[in-house]
């Protein structure tokens, strides 16, 4: 049985924490793509639960709170699941020993494996990818963080991969090909020394440093065929569960290019991803996460778009109308980004996008979280259609400039006051305020797929779950 959590919008949907609720029954827990470029968190209440493997050196959530921020260990390992990084990932090797250095600190002990096949991410990756931003007047706005480099690498057929970091010989001889490149780049396309960047284009400095990172991998027996090793789980009655990081319109087939990244957060992508089959992920359940509303870090049309975010917002893009209302719901959603740091921009719940997510994907469920976070709000808006010169379309155009065009047909709700969080997720769905249910249900019933959990709070305990996918 497999579970494929996938981000039904612009990322930061709360893939982390529903991951997490639902990792409770899973035994592995498997990330198809992406890379250093998540941020996925995880909140529990140690007076609640257990914490998984242990609740050791809880801190900085609030006083009860224990939060974690992932980038690349899958979510699941909080609760001491085996995570692995499928062949779809790219993976910056400083940031994975990073991240599980910094859970051991904290008391966990994550097993987490590595797909050989999945591709390397290099200082020279992450270089370019600030150079490249640099050097265009229409940003991107990516997390620098060389994810688009590293793919690049890997369709022109010249990355390195996980398996190549094992074989000494293998890997100088990649290094000695691809760094003189990549130095050229640098010099003669965009003018750029490569010496200024610390080693980062230098053959001998990255042969000792990743040489030793596919050393530790060995050592520590991460190293996996991916499809081969999650197969012999799912003979032996293992329930697996696929994280999607990112979201459907950043899909850089679905979203809206080339504001996009560079891989398929959608369902398809958790097939060549992990290196089981579109039928086994078919098989098994698809779930899409809804945020309330929508967040979006980074450039790019955003058609519904409350108040402005200098740097982010296109010009003429946003209302400044709505700028107090944008600023309330950030503040009240924790609305930054977990990587960078960065204000996300705020806009209403888009029906189209998440049309097109479920079309895209072919949801067989839905986790819709933030409910919480409107509270208060006395009229809130849908941007249920789109006016696209003259006409009414209900799904995403497959065009940005076309996107951009799109005028929003709102439908308005009546808001739900402020509650208390914690007893109506014990409660369950009857006890969500009654507004808030006739908005939940009118997506549901929009999409078509079944609610199977309502996030009313970061913490693990704060969802009401309909509906447990495995
Ligand atoms: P991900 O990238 O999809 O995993 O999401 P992020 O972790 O980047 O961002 C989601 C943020 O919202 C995190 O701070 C979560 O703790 C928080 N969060 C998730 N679900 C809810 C919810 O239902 N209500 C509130 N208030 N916060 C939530
Ligand atoms: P999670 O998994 C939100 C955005 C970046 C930028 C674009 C391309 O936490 O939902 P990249 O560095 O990937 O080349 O940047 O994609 N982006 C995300 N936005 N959530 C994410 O991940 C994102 N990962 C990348 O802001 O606009
Ligand atoms: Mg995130």
Redo the contacts with the bound molecule.
Sequence with gaps: MTVTIV?AQ????G??GMVDRWSETADVVCRYQ??D????TVVYDDRATDGGATTADATDAGDENTEYKL?LVPSGAIRGKTGVLGNGCVINPATLFDEIEGLRERGLDPDVRVAERAHVIFPYHRAL?GIEEDSKDDH?????????PTYEDKAARRGVRIGDLLDADVLRDRLEGLVPQKRAICESVYGVDPDAFDGAFDVDELFAEYRSYGERLATNDMPVNCGAFLDAHRERGDRLLFE????TA?DLDHGNYP?????N?TAGGAATGTGLGPTVVGSGEIVGIVKAYL??????PLPTEMGFVEGQTPAGGGNRDMTDLAAHIREAGGEY????G?P?RIAWLDMPMLRHAARASGFTGLAINHVDTLAGIEEIRVGHAYDLAGETVTTMPATTERWSECEPQYRTFDGWSDADWDAVAREGYDALPANARTYVEYVGDELDVPIFAIGVGPDREQTIVLDDPF
């Design positions: 981000g612009l990322g930061d949907e893939k982390g992406g890379g470029n998540a941020g996925h980038s990818d991107i706005g990516t997390t620098g963080n060389g994810i688009g999607g990081a990112q979201g950043i504001y996009v990244t560079s891989s957060p967040s979006r870090v980074g450039a790019g980004g977990t990587v960078t960065r996300r």
